[in-house]
């Protein structure tokens, strides 16, 4: 019996008119600015008017889901009978999908009728929710929640996650650059590239001079990597930078002749660490690389 419910969280970048209208569920991770005491989710905070708060000098932080979260959210689709398939946002990037898990064990001895898995996706921002997607087309296509799972698993080792920043000072922040090759890298126009390993976690692979150049490479990474290009399935999401994505889409449809199938903003909880002008394409490939 297909009786299962998809689950993830706002760490996908799909908006939740878009999950729902795929059937799935999801719980919100937070942020707040620093200096304002209230706490958004990304349903709060439009993602133009968070990126605008960014480039006037906010700094947002942000918080995971936490288990009590997940074990309210997952009880109510137990009680109905329901199964539940959870797809988490990195763990190397979030402690999101660990409370997401510790919260399935302690229900499943509640509900030992039912069954609850959790997939790391490993992933982030619309990579994230480009596995979301794949696994609700096998739902739809007769998967059971266990066949769901293992190609969710699959899967999730051959996304090609890669992306740019306009700005490097946020990586700054982060500690992922030195202050030193930031002030140097915004003076010369230097761009870096970086895609998401095997751990869920971001890594600088190179660098180009130039937003134009910048947004080739995504464009040159997609050639390389990803298979059955014509039929690929590809998401862009971006951080307040509509004309840019667009742009990278109209390449690899001009060059691959594959339309994008989504467009979506980075969203303010990933935003708060990549910052305005962030970029990022993701489609799937032989591996993860």
Partial sequence: MNDYIIFTDSGCDITPDSLATWGVKHCELRFLFEGDETIYTNRDVSASEFYQ???????AKTSAVNVEEFKSAFEQELKEGKDLLYIGFSSGLSTTCNSASIAAEELREQYPERKLIVVDSLAASAGHGLLVYLTVKQKKNGATIEEAAAFAEDMKWRLGIWFTVDDLVYLKRGGRISPTVAFVGGLLG?????????????????????????????????????????????FISHGDCAEDAKALAAIIEKQHGVKTEIITFVGPVIGSHSGPGTLAVFFIGEERK
């Avoid at 708060?53 to 700094?59: F, L, Q």
């Avoid at 600088?204 to 298979?227: S, Y």
Wanted: with cysteine; proline share 2%.
């Fill in 190 to 234: 230097i761009k870096p590239v970086l895609f998401m390993d095997n751990d869920g976690h971001l890594i600088n692979r190179f660098k180009v001079r130039g937003r134009k150049a910048a947004i080739q490479a995504l464009a040159d990474k997609f050639a390389e990597l990803a298979v059955d290009k014509e039929n690929n399935t590809v």
């Fill in 53 to 59: 708060k960014m480039r006037d000098g906010a700094c």
